[in-house]
């Protein structure tokens, strides 16, 4: 039986809500400064639709499914997306040029001081542009968000974060080599092949936990998560780059290096804020990567999403692009001095216990 958790501290009572109001303005004064930020860069603010025929089709994300009843009473299954991107893309596909959107996404298995049920994301996408550009995107809105709530610095859990410095750019690579002293290309092929055990004998000299079923992805997330996120975004922002094309999701390879892809995540006093692509548009590529996830969370979860077939067909004609994920409420969270996602939420998803 699902219960409802009571709490006289319900964000909707009137002295809950009066310590949350501080942050609530303060998200729609972000908001608004980042809209003008893109009107005035001639982007177009697009609204996707949250139902899609696919969520997405990475191994550990966790939708919510549903289901259309059709006029002749036959049900089709349906999905409330993780993201908005597929359908940006079919924007892109469609002609326009740049996009901006701001989108409530859903992820199932997600609560906690960073992590809601339902959040917003902020995704943009510039049209025949490099994703360095996205790199001076997120420095101005930082820059932006700080300005707006006049502050200097961004603070949480004791880490502070000066949001005007400019990010430090460091690729995955280096901060192997930086933070665990792994040399994590070592373990990856031209071809994006990846040698296992190579990398399972290099977390053993770093004194890190190796199990006999760990795949290649669960060592690399591994030392992500240990040793790497620790370290991230203090003192100035990072931007963490050149992701193995075997994480690249969405991305396309490096011109450069074969080995990686042109994908970056932006950090801010040890929080992940965002995720950008130097966007691929090979759909055969991308089926077959969509495909290895798909295969990799019926080994771990016991289920599958299905493709999103229109996607595919719309990436066979999109234009060359990059594009970028961007954790709203975080930034909020960071800008106003929150603590919890929840506080710069204006109605929190109600939490149950069974």
């Known amino acids: 039986m699902i219960e409802r958790r009571r709490s006289s501290a319900a964000w909707w009572t009137p002295s809950a809500h009066a310590d949350r109001r501080p942050f609530l ?10 809209r003008d930020y893109f009107a005035s860069r001639d982007f177009i603010e697009v609204d996707t639709a949250t139902l899609q025929v696919s969520p997405g089709n990475e191994a550990h994300l966790h939708a919510f499914t549903t289901e259309a009843i059709g006029n002749d009473g036959v049900a089709s299954p349906l ?9 940006c893309k079919k924007i892109l596909a469609a002609g326009e040029p740049r996009i901006s959107c701001f989108a409530h996404v859903y992820r199932n298995r997600e609560r906690g001081p ?30 932006l968000s700080a300005e707006t709530m006049k502050t200097r610095g961004f603070h949480y859990r004791g880490h502070g974060c000066d949001p005007f410095l400019e990010p430090e750019r460091l690729s995955v690579a280096e901060a192997f080599e930086r933070h665990a002293a792994i040399d994590l290309l070592a373990s990856v092929e031209a071809s994006g092949a990846t040698d296992r055990d190579h990398l399972a004998a ?9 199990a006999d079923d760990d795949t290649w992805a669960d060592l690399f997330s591994r030392v992500i998560v240990e040793k790497v996120e ?30 990686v892809a042109e994908r970056f995540e932006l950090y801010a006093c040890g929080v992940e804020l965002a995720n950008a692509f130097g966007e691929l548009t090979d759909a055969n590529e ?31 004609i999109m234009p060359d692009a990059s594009g970028i994920a961007l954790g709203f409420d975080r930034l909020v969270m960071l800008a106003t001095g929150a603590l919890r996602i929840d506080q710069v939420m204006w109605a929190p998803v109600a939490e149950t216990s069974s």
Request: charge should be negative; include cysteine.
């Open 25 to 34: 303005l303060g998200r729609n004064a972000i908001q608004s400064a980042f």
């Open 79 to 87: 999905y409330l997306h993780t993201s908005p991107e597929f359908a």
């Open 114 to 143: 960073l992590h809601h049920p339902e959040f917003t994301m902020l995704e943009w996408y510039r049209v025949g542009e490099s994703y360095e550009v996205l790199m001076q995107d997120c420095a101005a809105l930082l820059a």
């Open 202 to 210: 290099e977390l053993r000299k770093a004194g890190m936990r190796v």
């Open 230 to 259: 620790p370290h991230l975004g203090f003192g100035r922002p990072t931007i963490l780059d050149e992701y193995p094309v075997c994480e690249a999701a969405l991305a396309r390879p490096a011109a450069r290096d074969p080995r």
């Open 286 to 316: 991308q089926r077959r990567r969509f495909e290895a996830e798909m295969a990799e969370k019926l080994r771990v979860y016991g289920e599958i999403y299905p493709l999103d077939e229109d996607f595919l067909d719309a990436l066979a």
